[in-house]
């Protein structure tokens, strides 16, 4: 059986700040093509030389991250973007809390973008087109850090709006596999080497 490896995207000015990034299309700082060069380290010892499967997200920030990370994408699709935060891209929690008091992403309200639900929704077809949890081969997906704490819910079985218990720091890679054919969450937020 096979294992889904998750690497969230170097670091952007905005992700730096605390802005949220979903559609726009912004590239690494200088410290993050460090992270995704020194991520490269730990994505070559999780996987082995087995044969892998990549898919990204279109984002510049994910597709350089793939790069510098030293993977082959072999796919890019929409439906690993960040979550689309309508009005409040661009934007901090603590902006939005100026007018929405208490305001997060995992129970509030997006104004023109995606609830947790409909973000859970996404997550659940990249999983069900993967057929995992479990893998037939290794799979690693390259994306970002609010969709992939979904992403992990959902493949463990929680609701979407669990993945705020799951935290990604820039250029980490969390694998999801499975015990005796229960999902299981084996690495979470793996640092560089």
Aim: proline content about 6%; overall charge negative; some cysteine.
């Amino acid at each position: 059986m096979g294992q889904l490896f998750l690497l969230r995207h170097g670091q952007t000015e905005w992700s730096a700040d605390g802005r949220h990034t979903g559609r726009t299309d912004i590239d690494l700082t200088g410290t993050g093509v460090e992270q995704a060069r020194a991520a490269r380290r730990t994505v070559a010892a999780m996987l082995g030389d087995g044969p892998v499967r990549v898919l990204a997200s279109p984002r510049r920030r994910a597709l350089r991250t793939a790069e510098l990370a030293g993977l082959t994408v072999d796919e890019t699709t929409e439906e690993l973007g960040e979550w689309d935060y309508g009005d409040y891209e661009g934007i901090t929690t603590a902006q939005i809390r100026e007018t929405v008091p208490g305001w997060t992403v995992w129970t509030h309200p997006v104004p023109g973008g995606e609830s947790a639900e409909q973000v859970g929704a996404r997550a659940d077809r990249v999983l069900a087109r993967l057929g995992c949890p479990p893998v037939d081969e290794d799979v690693v997906l390259v994306g970002h850090g609010h969709f992939s704490r979904v992403l992990i819910a959902r493949g463990l079985g929680l609701p979407a709006a669990a993945g705020v218990h799951f935290g990604l720091e820039p250029a980490t890679v969390s694998v999801l596999g499975e015990e005796r054919g229960t999902p299981q969450l084996r690495h979470l937020n793996v640092p560089s080497l």
